[in-house]
């Protein structure tokens, strides 16, 4: 990536009148309502996945109360299995997806040097029908009979003809979600192809909207197959199809074929702007380029790609012809390839390097390590005959809550942390975050290194109760959840005190070794930024 | 390669233990070790998946070791705080096209052995005997396909047990009161299906897990090498009592299986015959409630809870509906035929005419249904015969 220079033109052609009064900032509620600034809209997704984090943090936590020793004790079944189900959907789609487009808003137009988003009033619209969705999927739980017990995968015929009237709602909700997502992606691809400064040629661009760039297409794929599920779920449940009922000519495992059509890349929409977040901040505190940045590129198209090709290893025990089994046992080896050379890339870029390791780095690391379990962990769930052992235990939760809490989220964190002091223009609080960054990594690992042992020796996930051989390891699981709940609101705290703009102002450039146009750019980063574009080099 | 893996096993199988040995009181530590780690299990698939199992693990071990080693080396050697100037390099073609090759390259050594294994798992010819296995909300079936055995399998756990009011046994939430009984030795071929929602039908013993999916029959098969007690569960969430749907499996010597066999036809046809007698007999109210509450309890409380008032929005309550207190032969026939599109099975398989004539009768009189019908088994066989 290349320097940039701030070139002010005076072309008054590009220099409208009403950009002038440039730092005007409306107050109150409606600044935050009608916004159409991507910073305000950043912020707004940024906060809104960080109570949903904590919201389905919370349901984790009565999972964990219940299963801290065996017997029912606090929960019932069927509510137990609502907490499973929202759980998921609220930290998938309210959590980690949203909390990527905050990023996205914040920082994509200010990477590649764009005043704001292309579409602002679309953009607007795509988060402020967010909360609506999770208001009700949220109102459901409360509904007679509760909310969605089927698993966020939702399977048929258990999310259909076995389920509750919420049902509905819970189609409803998704269908919005799902609206929100395609909104936003389709935001980020015409500000990427239209918007990007003169000399910010394709492979100049940071990582983070590379990465971006492909998670939305991704996206525009995949969402409508997850609509046209769900579409399914809800006639055939209120309008008499027969979809995924043998009854009727239709099959229930076309069901997950469909559900895991979108599910597959859907893992990859929430990790490679974390691979894009990594590739930034691992190069600002090495002092030193990232290494391979064009073969990170093509890493990151192929793993997109292969993603499409991948989902049927969800599937393996569903009993499938063994060709099959052995063509997506063979594909999903094979995104080992490039997912191996981008942990290798971020390796050979602290190769020797001139290493400080500030909390983001402290988060890029962790993500490094902890990912590299996740992934290592996938590797063996796709040889098929030991799928057949791992699948649908605690190896499997052990496995995608390494690649998302660890992964994802640990990315997340470290792209708050590293961009944080850009936003507020001052240094967050270096002690909270110290205690916060070491409370999680031991908690994390307490809480999810041992539920590869409980699923090896044989527990199944998604029960609220087992066998006396579990007990043991499950008291620390849960022990290790709280202190991982905990931890967050020592972030919270944190987070509170950066908003008030407490702390030590910072430079510009913020980190010694950061190197961007977000860098160049006054911190706090102006309320309008990038009127006249920079010329990049 | 197969010793070798045996002894790197064996060494492994320690490791965890060691790590975790501060929460093991060493007498316990024979028996706590198989909590760390997949079971090498009973069948010769079991063990060889077993192998396959710790090939992936020491190769990901292998790998981790290496790459972090490398991280961890420069995070020491390399930081600034020991005056480490950043070099300029930032790609090389060669150490990339290494890489890539490399791992693919181990993935190919992996992938030869997973499909061997995987081509055997799935060869279902020439079975000695096959048994049908069928799946609904939340207990197992099974049929010998050969023979006109056949029965259901549900939790035996007390459910004082799982409310935490009496202590918890052994074999808690594994065990079941009539467990499936196959002959070691034998090639024994599951047909796996459900009546409802999707199960999935596992014994990590014999590395087999197999979805049971509604209006569709998956194959798979086992050759048990040692007499014993093999204990599994469900493995996919299936409703409200996923968690309670073991499965048991008690391999037993052809000839002691043979046995076990003969006496099981015998019990089919005094059943049978005990069946017709009832017919043309009369059970007292009290005999019926008796009856009824056992058969209600074991049966339709999971749902219709055991107060009778079900979930609301989920499973009607039985406590007041119209369907206990009026329509007696639509009640007798749901029990019988189950209602379509709803969770509500058909029991004519799994309970005898005495039995639905109790639990009938006890639905209706239990709970303030004061209805004082007497259901006998003669009325529910003229439902069944359509009169």
Redesign the interface.
């Known amino acids: 990536m290349s320097k940039a220079t701030d070139v002010i033109s005076p072309d008054s052609s590009v220099h409208h009148d009403e950009h002038d009064h440039h730092d005007h900032i409306p107050k109150g509620i409606t600044r935050w309502l009608f916004t159409t600034n991507h910073k305000d809209i950043g912020t707004l997704y940024l906060w809104f996945a960080f109570i949903m984090f904590l919201v389905g943090g919370a349901m984790a936590m009565v999972i964990r109360a219940e299963l801290f020793q ?4 606090i929960v019932e ?2 509510f137990f ?1 609502q907490m499973t189900t929202v759980h998921g959907l609220i930290m998938v789609f309210g959590a980690v997806m949203p909390a990527f487009t905050g990023l996205a808003n914040w920082l994509v137009p200010m990477m590649i040097g764009a005043p704001d988003m292309a579409l602002p009033r679309m953009n607007n619209w795509s988060f402020w029908i967010l909360p609506g969705a999770f208001l009700i999927l949220l109102s459901s739980l409360f ?4 909310g969605p ?3 966020w995968t939702f ?1 048929a ?2 999310s259909t ?2 389920s ?3 049902t509905a709602l819970f189609v409803f909700s998704v269908h919005i979600m799902g609206i929100s997502s395609i909104m936003g992606a389709i935001n980020v691809i015409v500000t990427i192809f239209n918007m990007r400064a003169p000399g910010m040629t394709w492979m100049k661009m940071p990582l983070f909207v590379w990465t971006w760039l492909i998670t939305a297409f991704l996206l525009i794929a995949v969402m409508p197959v997850l609509a046209g599920a769900v579409t399914m779920v809800l006639t055939d449940k209120f309008f008499g199809t027969s979809f995924f ?3 009727g000519g239709g ?3 076309m069901f997950q074929h469909i559900f895991w059509f979108f599910g597959h890349p859907e893992v990859y929409i929430m990790i490679l702007p974390a691979f894009g977040i990594i590739s930034q901040i691992v190069p600002t505190f ?10 990170m590129v093509y890493a990151t198209a192929s793993i997109a790609l292969l993603s499409f090709v991948v989902w049927a290893h969800h599937m393996f ?3 499938m012809p ?1 060709y099959m ?2 063509f997506f ?2 594909a999903t ?2 995104i ?2 490039p997912t ?2 981008k ?2 890339n971020w ?11 500030e909390m983001p780095m402290m988060f890029a ?1 962790a993500f ?2 902890l990912f ?2 996740g992934g ?2 996938g ?2 769930l796709a ?4 799928d ?2 791992y ?3 605690y190896f499997v939760v052990a496995h995608f809550h390494y690649v998302l809490v660890t992964g994802a989220v640990f990315s997340i964190m470290a792209a708050v942390y590293y961009w944080l002091p850009k936003w507020t223009g001052k240094m967050y609080d270096t002690t909270l975050a110290k205690w916060h960054f070491w409370c999680s990594l031991v908690s994390v690992n307490v809480l999810f290194f041992p539920m590869h ?2 699923g ?3 527990m ?11 007990a ?2 499950n008291k ?1 699981i849960s022990l290790g959840g709280f202190a991982f709940g905990l931890s967050q609101l020592i972030f919270l705290a944190l987070l509170i005190k950066a908003c008030r703009k407490q702390g030590e102002p910072v430079s510009a450039q913020v980190w010694d070794g950061a190197e961007g146009l977000e860098w160049e750019i006054p911190s706090p980063a102006p309320y309008h930024t990038f009127d006249t574009p920079p010329v990049v080099k | 390669m197969k010793q070798l893996t045996n002894v790197i096993a064996k060494g492994a199988a320690a490791l965890p233990f060691l790590l975790f040995s501060h929460f093991l009181s060493a007498q316990q530590a024979a028996e706590e070790v198989s909590s760390l780690n997949l079971r090498r299990g009973a069948t010769d698939i079991s063990g060889q998946v077993y192998d396959l199992h710790m090939l992936m693990f020491f190769i990901c071990v292998g790998i981790a070791v290496v790459v972090f080693g490398v991280m961890f080396a420069s995070m020491y050697l390399h930081r600034k705080s020991r005056g480490a100037k950043p070099a300029n390099f930032h790609e090389n073609v060669k150490v990339e096209i290494a890489w890539t090759v490399v791992p693919f390259l181990i993935l190919i050594f992996m992938a030869v052995p997973a499909a061997n294994t995987l081509i055997a798992m799935e060869d279902v010819s020439e079975a000695d005997m096959t048994v049908l296995v069928t799946g609904s909300q939340w207990k197992w079936h099974y049929k010998y396909m050969d023979s006109d055995v056949e029965y259901y399998s549900l939790l035996a756990t007390q459910r004082e047990q799982i409310e935490n009011k009496f202590e918890k046994t052994d074999n808690y939430l594994l065990e079941v009161d009539r467990p499936l009984v196959i002959p070691t030795g034998k090639k024994v071929r599951f047909l796996i299906t459900s009546d409802d929602v999707i199960h999935s039908w596992w014994v990590p013993d014999f590395a087999v897990k197999k979805d049971a999916n509604p209006g569709f029959i998956n194959e798979a098969w086992a050759k048990v090498n040692e007499p014993g007690i093999y204990r599994g569960q469900c493995a996919e969430l299936c409703g409200k009592d996923h968690g309670y749907m073991p499965v048991v499996v008690i391999a037993k010597e052809p000839a002691a299986f043979e046995a076990w066999m003969g006496e099981q036809e015998d019990i089919v046809r005094q059943a049978k015959e005990e069946e017709q007698r009832l017919l043309s007999m009369n059970m007292s109210m009290d005999e019926l409630m008796k009856e009824g509450e056992r058969v209600y309890n074991t049966t339709c409380a999971a749902c219709h809870m055991p107060n009778g008032e079900g979930l609301p929005g989920v499973f009607p309550a039985l406590k007041g509906s119209k369907m206990a207190l009026e329509d007696q032969k639509g009640h007798i026939e749901i029990v019988l035929h189950g209602k379509s599109g709803t969770a509500m099975q058909a029991f004519n398989k799994m309970l005898s005419l005495k039995e639905i004539a109790a639990v009938v009768t006890y639905e209706r009189n239990a709970w303030g249904n004061n209805t004082g019908d007497m259901v006998q088994a003669k009325d529910v066989n003229d439902v069944a015969m359509g009169n």
Not at chain 1, 286 to 295: I, N, V
Not at chain 1, 349 to 355: C, E, I, K, P
Not at chain 1, 460 to 470: E, K, M, S, T, V
């Open positions: 065996p017997g029912l004790q079944p069927n299995n509904m007679e009979g509760g017990a089927f698993g399977y015929p258990l003809t076995y509750g009237d919420s009922d043998a009854a099959d229930p495992v090495s002092r030193k380029k990232l290494f391979g940045y064009a073969s025990t569903t009993g063994v089994e052995m046992m063979f080896m094979l080992s390839v191996g050379v942990v290798f390796v050979a870029t602290m190769w020797r390097g001139s290493l400080t390791f690391i490094i390590v590299t379990i290592l962990s590797l063996m040889i098929t005959p030991v057949f052992q699948h649908d235990t042992f409980v090896l020796a044989g199944p996930r998604r029960i609220p109760d087992y066998a006396l051989q579990f043991d390891f620390w």
